[in-house]
Every structure is written in C-alpha cells, then in structure tokens.
C-alpha cells in the first residue's frame, strides 16, 4: 500500500515555472514506477510523465516534451515534475500516481489528491 500527497501546485504566469512534489508513505514506494497525470475542468484526465522504478527510463506526452522533467528520489519517497515554460494550457489539477510503468490511467494502483496548477496569460 502506497499514500501519496502532492504539493507544490499554484498560481503563476506563462513562461513562469513550477516544481510539484509527491511525497509516499509505505514501504513499497521503490517498487512502483511513477507519474504524473493531469485533469483540466471538462477534460479526461491525461497523462503527463512517468518514470521507472530506478529511475533509468522516462516518458513525457508530447504537449510536455523538452518543458517537463520528472524525476524521483527512492531514499526520500518522493518524485517531482519540474515544470516550465508554462502555458496557459497547462492549468489542470495534477496527480501523482504509482504503479505500472506506462501511460494509461489504468496502469496505476495508487493516487494521490491532487493539487492545482493555474497559469494565467
């Protein structure tokens, strides 16, 4: 079993930056790939980021690509979403999850509750 609580998110302008953290509970955080997905009023929620179990491979939606770095610390129990250059279209809660490495929603047993990212233009 794995709890995880995101922090991080706010108010900022475009081309402004932001760092989302997600903090784990639990002794199994290692053994979980990780992501990030996203849910804007209206919308799906999509997916963001995700990184491996070591943290050796990474994946990105194309929307993010070259803006976004995820990254994960094994010993704290905590990955981030260094996010920059923001757009406006970037506002959305974000959610950090743990799981299966992959993009689909599916894939990931655990979620936190969310925090929320708005970037004004």
């Known amino acids: 079993q794995v709890q995880l609580v995101e922090s991080g998110g706010g108010l900022v302008q475009a081309g402004g930056s932001l760092r989302l953290s997600c903090a784990a509970s639990?002794?199994?955080?290692?053994?979980?790939?990780m992501g990030w997905f996203r849910q804007a009023p209206g919308k799906e929620r999509e997916f963001v980021a995700c990184?491996?179990?070591?943290?050796?491979?990474?994946y990105y939606a194309e929307s993010v690509k070259g803006r976004f770095t995820i990254s994960r610390d094994n010993a704290k129990k905590t990955v981030s979403l260094q996010m920059n250059t923001l757009k406006p279209e970037d506002t959305a809660v974000y959610y950090c999850?743990?799981?299966?490495?992959?993009?689909?929603?599916?894939?990931?047993?655990?979620w936190g509750q969310g925090t929320q990212v708005t970037v004004s233009s």
């Open positions: 639990g002794r199994t955080f290692s053994g979980y790939a």
């Open positions: 990184i491996s179990v070591r943290g050796g491979s990474t």
């Open positions: 999850a743990a799981g299966n490495y992959g993009t689909d929603r599916s894939a990931y047993h655990f």
